[in-house]
């Protein structure tokens, strides 16, 4: 039984090689296919001097290359970044720079927009381009970074063979960067028990089998889309890759790849119930998920509606623990505001101020323990130290205490168990299934040079949860009118900050109220502007 994410290939290739492990477009992959291609990204990696543990960043959108050096880069021993392929220059320098990525592999085109971040990057040592060639003024920009060697794709899948380096269940495999409360996003530390204990309980309760077909749509650096990848491969499932471009392109990749299951957020679902859907998905579609947010009960009614034979699960997850909660599609009709229970494997508590457990009824905090809890945040132990505490149930006999994942979430227990999300603790703006930081909004306005204060905040909106609402103050002197200000700030912002964290509104005051402290009093703002 495989221990580590990359031998479910390995186990499904020995088992039955044939079987559809990857489809893109109009290529495919077999689980033979994907095993050779993995295993030669693993000789790639080693020959590039790849360190056991060593950070590979993948910058790309989901395609056949991209989920084989994810697991290629397990295979070597090494751990791997899976970048959003959304994010721009700023946010992607921060993450190879934070978790000293040694390799680096992306697209000509992408490599293109960074090229001017090169020496930036000290920690890094190769960059792979999959394209079949680079152009002269990429290698022209990349000989700035003289110590950072350039490959092709090709290049790296010709390399001889490699001994990869020895690694155990417990070991770091990927660090997934997920916005915090407060500046840069977090790198979250995953090992393989994690994924594979994820894995195991996910396809336990979606009773996923070899037969399932999977359609791909999250971010591979989301938890969730990543979690579609070892999930199905746990059970030799295939798995269909889609970046889709409008809702109305999913529902035909439904129907052309026959696909059984479909993950999604919010804001998607809340877009597919508007369209029509072809009959022939009925028949096809095992099930559904929903994810990053509280799907609306107009929307579970609507998709129950179009499909009457489709298992619907409502889950709850945190990028600390994968997957936390899921309601079975037999509650959903009787609680559709509910996240459901544990899934397998965990135990959610509720807990109070004081450290105890929560009755019925009574809001507390959800804690996660069990397998699925991460290692913690890389290079970051003061944020560890806040989220990652010894769970509130254990053996005090214990000479190691357990460590939980405190969420910040506020949930509640009804009196027959199932768990229902009431707020978060903290500022942070949850928009088309993403966690937005405000700081990290606010900073990017600040760095404009335009203004003097900055407050971002989400804004409910029905359809993708929260929009982005920044309202800033100028710079001293300024002369600048406020609709000439608010223009200047959103050109800046739509170079500096991907789609998701582009403010939906931006609002120009003179002044800004402040709190005793002397801080700008949000919920001030919230009253007046929300």
Known sequence: MADLIHELIIDSAKSDGDRPALLFRDSSLSYSQLLDMIQRVSNGLLTAGVSAGERVAV????????????????????????????????????????????????????????????????????????????????????????????????????????????????????????????????????????????ARSVSQYLENTREDRVLAVLPLS???????????????????????????????????????????????????????????????????????GAMPVATTTALQQRLPRTSIYLMYGLTEAFRSTYLPPDQVSIRPRSIGKAIPNAEILVINEAGELCGPNEPGELVHRGALVALGYWNDPEKTAERFKPSPVQDNNLPVPELAVWSGDQVMLDEDGYLYFVNRKDDMIKTSGYRVSPTEIEEVAYSSGLVAGAAAMGVPHPQLGQTILLIVTPVEGSTAEHETLRQELIDYCRRELPGFMQPAQIVVRDSMPHNQNGKIDRRALAKEHC
């Not at 999913?250 to 859907?277: C, D, F, M």
């Open 222 to 292: 989301f938890d969730a889309g990543l979690s579609q990848l070892t999930t199905a491969f746990c059970v030799g499932a295939s798995v269909t890759l889609m970046d889709y471009l409008l809702p109305r392109d999913v529902l035909k990749a439904l129907v052309h790849y026959r696909i059984t299951g479909l993950g999604a957020v919010p804001s998607l679902w809340n877009q597919l119930v508007q369209l029509e859907w072809p009959p022939e998905i009925v028949g096809t579609l095992r099930y559904i998920t929903n994810t990053g």
């Open 59 to 198: 910058y790309l959108p989901k395609q056949l290359e991209t989920v084989a050096t994810l697991f290629g880069a397990s295979f070597a021993g090494a751990s791997f970044v899976p970048v959003n392929p959304a994010l721009k220059p700023r946010q992607v320098t921060y993450i190879l720079n934070h978790c000293q990525t040694g390799v680096l592999v992306t697209s000509q085109q992408r490599l293109e927009q960074l090229a001017d971040q090169v020496t930036d990057w000290p920690e890094l040592h190769t960059i792979v381009v999959i394209d079949e060639a680079v152009s002269d003024a990429v290698v022209g920009q990349i000989r700035r970074a003289p110590w950072i060697r350039l490959d092709t794709w090709n290049g790296l899948l010709s390399a001889p063979w490699k001994q990869p380096h020895r690694r155990i269940d417990g070991d770091m495999v990927a660090i997934l960067y997920t916005s915090g409360s407060t500046g840069n996003p977090k790198g979250v530390v995953l090992s393989h028990r994690n994924m594979m204990a994820g």
